[in-house]
């Protein structure tokens, strides 16, 4: 029998309905990492692939982050047999003479991060970590830990990390100074944007860092403390349950967007919080549906190695999408979606049957990350007024696409150098030389208009390109007003499906349209008037581009456009029915007036995440 990679899931064949059900999913994605700890216990070693910190701290990651969801799944009262290993890591890896000491904190460094999934361990779970230390190695852990604290935490949500290592200090009845926990508590409220909505620090990015990190990290903190700040993200995770909902497609599917996405089913984390957090911000069946289908929703998934243990990837190993900063043991930030685990199983989270998704039929806008959520025959569909992240490879494909979609994800771009090859799913690409190419990677502008996004972007300095983006579900329209001094070539993308072998799969091109049919899947893009001619192709992606599947297709309009002003209008299709062809294909959407969408580029709010304090936009 040919060997099936998502057979190696430990998720796989797990109903995840029950309380059980999440117990028995926790410890089958653990178990796959006991033969990676080291002989002392402090460290876990998963493979030899490395991210931008040393070897110590990528041990460490591997180590804590399981965390996450044993100490809730422990202090909910589940048994888990390694705690010993845990005690032990512990006491050898902050012993600066063992041989698996973590390494000293010297500046900003990934033990920061990695010490707050051992804080929020330490305080709820005690009893399985410091008591069982001895003295000396009582006085080690404190010392690390007090050590660490002292320096300057990044101006994001790592700033929740040294407040999480307080809290246990604080549950340990350990002194410390307190002035600094004040003082990141008041740091973070300045990343506070709206209606629940904050920003990862001083950038022009609102991501899912948002509901798995500021929100997460709020409502544990909001469980621990009672004070007035936990006051303030209770009711800033009410607000913003309210629009997160909508991220979800009724297979449990969310929309990937942005940096970190090999954390997936940490996406599930703000939903389990609440339930940590005891704090109904929608109907407990609400939350419990949106929780436990995005567990199901990864179950299927080539997701792991052969031996269980998660991959870097999304939907299946994949480093070319990763960050700088993930090394083996970072998809293990998963395990915040088993928060859960440690709310009694008479809790309204796990008594409450399910409810179906609650989504609105009609695009939802939202103006702080600039973007419409359009439901698309139970998928979801985001059209993107564009963020900006340079900092971190392929930020504009995470971030600046004009389209990113539950069910069809995006794709990275694998070589800078082949223009006529590119994936380009989702965006408009420009080559002035056949080889080398622009995509969006930023704006000038971002407006909101009613449910139409409008962005103006320079792929070069003296190239300027505004772009319009209208809902019609299951249909979405693109206007594109782009000037140039010189010809450029272009290349339009629709949405990335799966591909199969042998050539199965329908694929048509021509004048003006180029569509795909898959086993499952429909995928289309037309124009609707441009001032040039266009011509359709069906572009075989290179493998390993998108997040979901490892082989796609994607429609493409490509044009070369001449000196001054060129139009281009295109609508575009994906859905998952392969009988599109003679239904919803048939019915394109009208070509928005021109006038209207000058009118509307003067109008609307500004997107927030433009507005960065300290910074013109």
């Known amino acids: 029998m040919t060997y099936d990679p998502a057979s190696a899931n430990p998720l796989r064949g797990n109903p995840l309905e029950t309380r059980g059900d999440m117990q028995r999913a926790l410890i089958d994605l653990f178990d796959p990492l006991l033969p990676y700890f080291s002989e002392g216990n402090a460290r876990v070693r998963l493979d030899a692939a490395a991210g931008h910190f040393d070897r110590a701290a990528a041990d460490l990651e591997g180590f804590a982050r399981p965390l996450w969801g044993l100490a809730p799944f422990s202090g ?47 305080a709820l779970v005690p009893e399985k970590l410091w008591d069982p230390l001895s003295g000396r190695a009582r006085e080690n852990l404190l010392a690390y830990l007090l050590h660490a604290r002292q320096f300057d935490y990044a101006d994001n949500n790592w700033k929740f990390f040294r407040i999480f290592v307080d809290i246990a200090l604080d549950r340990l009845g350990v002194e410390y100074d307190r002035s600094l926990t004040r003082a990141y508590l008041a740091e973070l ?21 948002i509901p798995f990190a500021m929100h997460f990290y709020g409502l544990i903190y909001s469980r621990l403390v009672d004070d007035d700040h936990a006051k303030r993200y209770r009711e800033r995770a009410l607000a913003f349950a309210q629009d997160f909902r909508h991220w979800f497609g009724e297979d ?35 939350i419990k549906g949106l929780c436990m289908r995005h567990l199901r929703w990864w179950a299927d998934k080539p997701m792991t190695h052969r031996d269980g243990v998660l991959s870097i990837g999304y939907g299946y190993p994949n480093l070319l999408m990763s960050e700088n900063y993930n090394s083996a043991g970072s998809p293990y930030w998963a395990f915040k979606a088993f928060l859960p685990l440690a709310v009694a199983e008479d809790h309204p989270f796990w008594t409450s049957p399910e409810k179906p998704l609650t989504s609105s039929r ?123 001094p010189r010809e450029l070539q272009t290349i339009e993308g629709g949405f990335a499906i799966a591909r199969r072998d042998f050539e199965a799969d329908t694929l048509s091109a021509g004048q003006g349209a180029a569509y795909a049919i898959g086993a499952e899947d429909f995928s289309g893009i037309r124009d609707l008037g441009s001032t040039v001619s266009r011509e359709g192709l069906v572009q075989k992606a290179p493998p390993n581009t998108n997040l979901i599947v490892a082989k796609t297709l994607v429609p493409h309009l490509r044009a070369t456009i001449p000196p001054g002003e060129t139009v281009l209008r295109c609508a575009v299709l994906a859905v998952r029915d392969t009988s599109a062809l003679s239904a919803d294909w048939s019915r394109p959407p009208a070509a928005p007036d021109g006038d209207e969408l000058l009118a509307l580029a003067k109008q609307g709010v500004t997107v927030s995440a433009m507005n960065v304090p300290g910074r013109m936009p």
């Open 252 to 286: 449990g599917a969310t929309v990937p967007f942005g940096r970190s996405l090999t954390y997936r089913f940490a996406c599930a984390g703000f939903w389990s919080a609440l339930a940590f957090a005891d704090f109904e911000a929608l109907p407990w069946g609400e």
């Open 362 to 484: 009609e695009p939802i806008a939202f103006r702080h990350p600039g973007m419409v959520m359009m439901p698309c025959k139970g998928d979801v569909v985001a059209l993107s007024a564009g963020q900006e992240n340079r900092q971190m490879r392929f930020g504009a494909e995470k971030y600046a696409k004009f389209a990113y979609s539950s069910r069809y994800a995006f794709s990275v771009e694998s070589d800078e150098r082949a223009f006529s090859g590119g994936a380009f799913d989702s965006m408009l690409a420009f080559s002035d030389d056949g080889i080398h190419y622009r995509v969006r990677e930023t704006n000038e502008e971002a407006h909101l208009a009613g449910n139409v996004l409008f962005s103006r972007w320079c792929p070069w300095p003296d190239v300027v390109a505004e772009t319009w983006l209208i809902p019609s579900s299951p249909w979405h329209v693109r206007v594109h007003r782009i000037t140039t």
């Open 189 to 209: 409220d300045g990343f506070y944007i709206a209606d629940g909505w904050y920003r990862d620090g001083n950038v022009r990015r609102i991501d899912h860092y």
């Open 76 to 122: 909910g009262g589940g048994h888990f047999a390694h705690w010993e290993r845990y005690a032990d890591g512990i006491a050898n890896g902050t012993d600066p003479n063992h041989p698996e000491y973590w390494g000293t904190v010297n500046g900003r460094d990934q033990r920061m991060v990695e010490l707050a999934a051992l804080g929020f361990a330490l």
